[in-house]
């Protein structure tokens, strides 16, 4: 890459993280659902191509999403809003799920990869646009089998898709009876459980050339992770300020509505791909 291809890839990471850090701040979804496919598309754009480009934006999305989780964990605790019981007996099952997803994400083929995110995101932008908060299927967290089912479910899928613990997490937590402001405060701690063991297995991945783009290591673009990370740190705040001046509720509808449209896109490029 020449010098002002590598610019021109920087200022598209610094777009890119500051979008997703106001989205961040503003309706607690992490900024993964939009890191992967704005990824995706910033390295194609920028000529690298393959059958393994998904797993570059999964990993690189995911290394970004220990930082803005443990600094999330860390902002909630001091409130107290953290529920440390449900960490303690769900974190076991997430990160065996999470190990298992980087195994699979490893072995499939980047169109694979793009029509399941594909599918993934359309659940959660239908959730995110016509969920109810008053949903429930039951007042209490499952427990014995049940809880060993949905928590490596919850770790697989994320992997899968590239995000932390929020866009699964905090629905699965409101269902079953938990307030939002803690199930958003303890799906953070998903966030780390799920994002250090796949970052780990995903920097052992060797990338093709032809789909890795200059200082990556493993499947983790070094660039991309700095950039994205120091715009979402610098914007988070601000979406948080813009949070609790607009109500959230019509925002997280349209969110939604623009995730179908990012879901719609990506398995349109699987199904031509």
Not at 62 to 88: F, P
Not at 143 to 167: A, E, H, N
Not at 201 to 212: A, K, N
Not at 244 to 262: E, N, S, Y
């Amino acid at each position: 890459m020449d010098m002002t291809a590598v610019l021109a890839m920087l200022a598209l990471l610094a777009v890119i993280g500051a979008f997703a850090g106001v989205l961040a701040g503003l309706l607690g979804v992490g900024g993964g659902i939009v890191l992967v496919p704005a990824f995706f598309y910033a390295f194609q754009t920028l000529g690298f191509t393959g059958d393994k480009l998904m797993q570059l934006c999964l990993a690189t999305s995911l290394a970004t999403i220990i930082v803005t989780s443990l600094r999330s964990l860390q902002s909630h605790n001091k409130k107290g809003a953290v529920d440390w019981d449900i960490l303690k007996t769900w974190g076991a099952g997430i990160a065996i799920g999470a190990v298992i997803g980087v195994i699979a994400a490893s072995s499939l083929r980047s169109v694979a990869l793009q029509a399941l995110f594909g599918v993934l995101a359309m659940v959660i932008g239908l959730y995110l646009a016509f969920g109810k908060s008053e949903w429930r299927l039951a007042e209490d967290m499952p427990k014995g089998p049940v809880r060993w089912i949905l928590s490596p479910l919850v770790g697989f899928l994320s992997v899968l898709m590239g995000i932390g613990g929020g866009s699964f997490g905090v629905p699965l937590m409101t269902l079953y009876g938990r307030p939002i402001h803690r199930a958003v405060a303890t799906a953070a701690g998903f966030g780390v459980i799920i994002a250090v063991p796949s970052v780990i297995g995903f920097l052992m991945i060797q990338l093709p050339p032809e789909t890795r783009p200059p200082l990556t290591i493993g499947a983790v673009n070094l660039p991309a992770f700095g950039v994205v990370i120091a715009m979402t740190l610098l914007t988070a705040p601000l979406g948080a300020r813009l949070a609790h001046a607009t109500d959230p509720k019509p925002l997280k509808r349209i969110f939604g509505i623009f995730l179908l449209l990012v879901a719609a896109n990506m398995l349109r490029k699987a199904w031509l791909g």
